[in-house]
């Protein structure tokens, strides 16, 4: 969608506040020990106190309220009995629905541990997004911020997920502009307009950047069991700094 006013604006901000309040206190509680559907739990019941619904199971029926995924799954994780281990790579993604408008955010971490391999890919991805939100103004090419990761990815030492993108959001979940690519692709004239609201996630790995459909049908892990990592924002497109709604 694209913001049109500043009531927009405002609810736009709204849902964009709830989702990172989720993210944060779920990441907090992603200790060793707690199930993912125990922290999926968490999240779910921050959302209701906060008067929003899930966006995945609103939109898709998806069996969460969340998506929770543990490396070398990196998207749609379904969170169920599994426990989580000291040192593992998971990814937590939260959206949501308040008020008619929706926000998107996620982010990578590793539970209860230092390990500088994983801090380096993290960090790397942390600086895709944050240079990629900036990439994005009006009147630039939508394709600026898929050359941005690329471009900041390949000088971290990492490769792009090319089958995962960002998208459009706003008054649903998945809206236009669609795939919005983690890497240049030149043929992509699209141009981005004042007030565009989109949700922009780059997927960093060590591997070759191909994902493959689990047999739940919802879970997507990277075909060669690398490992990889995300991070997310929705934004507003403007002329000059972009509003991030999910700090």
Not at 92 to 107: H, K, N, P, Q, R
Request: net charge negative; with cysteine; charged share 25%.
């Amino acid at each position: 969608m694209t913001a049109e006013s500043e009531v927009d604006i405002k609810y736009l901000k709204a849902a964009g506040r709830v989702v990172a309040g989720a993210l944060k206190k779920m990441m907090k509680h992603a200790q060793p020990g707690i199930t993912t559907a125990e922290l999926d739990n968490i999240g779910k019941e921050f959302l209701e106190k906060e008067g929003a619904k899930s966006a995945p199971q609103a939109m898709y029926d998806f069996p969460g309220a969340t998506c929770i995924s543990i490396s070398p799954v990196i998207a749609h994780g379904i969170p169920n009995d599994y426990v989580l281990k000291e040192g593992e790579l998971i990814n937590i993604d939260v959206s949501a629905e308040l008020d008619g408008y929706f926000a998107d955010t996620g982010a990578s971490m590793i539970v209860a541990k230092r390990i500088p391999e994983l801090e380096k890919l993290l960090d790397a991805t942390k600086s895709a997004l944050n240079k990629a939100v900036h990439a994005a103004k009006a009147g630039a090419l939508l394709n600026s911020i898929g050359k941005t990761i690329q471009d900041e990815a390949t000088r971290k030492g990492y490769g792009v997920i090319y089958d995962l993108t960002g998208h459009g959001i706003g008054r649903k979940l998945h809206d236009e502009p669609s795939n919005i690519h983690n890497f240049h692709n030149p043929s992509d004239r699209r141009t981005l307009n004042e007030g565009l609201v989109l949700a922009i996630e780059p997927f960093l790995t060590t591997g070759k950047g191909r994902v493959v459909e689990k047999k739940d049908g919802w879970s997507l892990q990277t075909a060669d069991k690398t490992i990889a990592a995300q991070f997310e924002h929705t934004i507003i497109v403007t002329k000059n700094e972009p509003i991030i709604l999910t700090l």
